[in-house]
C-alpha cells in the first residue's frame, strides 16, 4: 500500500536556527498538508498545498514558515528561526481530492527546539 | 467557530466487550466524517470514513447523524491491539481537517 513518508524522524535544533522538514506524498496525490501536534493536544492543521501553491493556511501560520513542492516528489515545510513552542511532531498527509477522500498521513517528524 | 467535541476517557474495557464513542460538531454544512486511529507518538491512521447511511468494517461501525450533528463508533468484540486514541475528524467543506481531542481507550486483559 503506497505511503507517506516524512524525514527525518527526529530533529533536534537550537532555538533560532532553521529547519526543514521533508515529506514524499503519495504519488498519484494532488492536495498536501502540514499538520502539528504539540505533546498532549490534538492534532492541528498549519497549510493546504495544490498546484503548486498554498490554498490555505491556519492563523499558527505565520510569515516564519513556508512550504515548498522543489520537484515533482517532495514537499518540504521550512521554519525560518524556530521557536521553543514550535517544539511538536509534524505530520505531512495528502489526498487525491479536497473534500471527500480521507487523508493519509506520515509517521511524523519530532521537532525538539533547544 | 468550527469545532469537533469528545469524550477524552479514558475508556477502560474488559477484552472481548463492546464500546461506543461518540462526537458532536458544529457545523451543520459539514462534508465528510472520518474515524482515525492514533497510537502513542504515532501518526494519525485512517480507521474509517463516515458515510450517511452508516457503514461497517468488520467490527467496527460508524453513524453519523446529521440532523444532531453526532458521529459515534462501535467496536464489537474488542481485541487487546484495540488500544489506542481514536480520533473524530471532520472536513468542514474546505481543504483541512478538524480534529477532536480524541478518546483513549484501553483494552483489559
Known amino acids: 500500500e503506497p505511503e507517506v513518508t516524512q524525514t527525518p524522524s527526529h530533529q533536534v535544533t537550537q532555538m533560532g536556527q532553521e529547519v526543514i522538514l521533508r515529506c514524499v506524498p503519495i504519488?498519484?496525490?494532488?492536495?498536501f498538508y502540514w499538520y502539528r501536534q504539540i505533546l498532549g493536544q490534538k492534532v492541528e492543521f498549519l497549510v493546504s498545498?495544490?498546484?503548486?501553491?498554498?490554498?490555505?493556511k491556519s492563523e499558527i501560520f505565520d510569515d516564519q514558515f513556508s512550504v515548498e513542492r522543489p520537484d515533482g516528489s517532495n514537499f518540504t515545510l521550512k521554519i525560518r528561526s524556530t521557536k521553543l513552542e514550535d517544539s511538536a511532531m509534524y505530520f505531512c498527509?495528502?489526498?487525491?481530492?479536497?473534500?471527500?477522500?480521507?487523508?493519509?498521513f506520515g509517521d511524523g517528524t519530532r521537532l525538539s527546539i533547544l | 467557530r468550527k469545532e469537533v467535541e469528545q469524550d477524552p476517557g479514558p475508556f477502560n474495557v474488559p477484552e472481548g466487550a463492546t464500546v461506543a464513542f461518540n462526537c458532536t460538531y458544529s457545523?451543520?454544512?459539514?462534508?465528510?466524517f472520518f474515524w482515525y486511529r492514533q497510537d502513542c507518538r504515532k501518526e494519525p491512521k485512517l480507521l474509517m470514513s463516515?458515510?450517511?447511511s452508516g457503514n461497517e468494517d468488520g467490527r467496527f461501525t460508524a453513524q453519523l447523524n446529521r440532523a444532531s450533528q453526532y458521529i459515534s463508533l462501535l467496536i464489537r468484540d474488542s481485541k487487546l491491539s484495540d488500544s489506542a486514541t481514536y480520533l473524530c475528524?471532520?472536513?468542514?467543506?474546505?481543504?483541512?481537517?478538524?480534529f477532536g481531542t480524541g478518546t483513549r481507550l484501553t483494552i483489559i486483559p
Open positions: 457545523n451543520s454544512a459539514s462534508q465528510s
Open positions: 498527509a495528502s489526498s487525491s481530492d479536497r473534500e471527500i477522500q480521507p487523508q493519509h
Open positions: 498545498f495544490y498546484n503548486n501553491e498554498i490554498s490555505e
Open positions: 463516515v458515510y450517511s
Open positions: 504519488s498519484n496525490h494532488l492536495y
Open positions: 475528524v471532520v472536513n468542514f467543506g474546505n481543504e483541512k481537517l478538524t
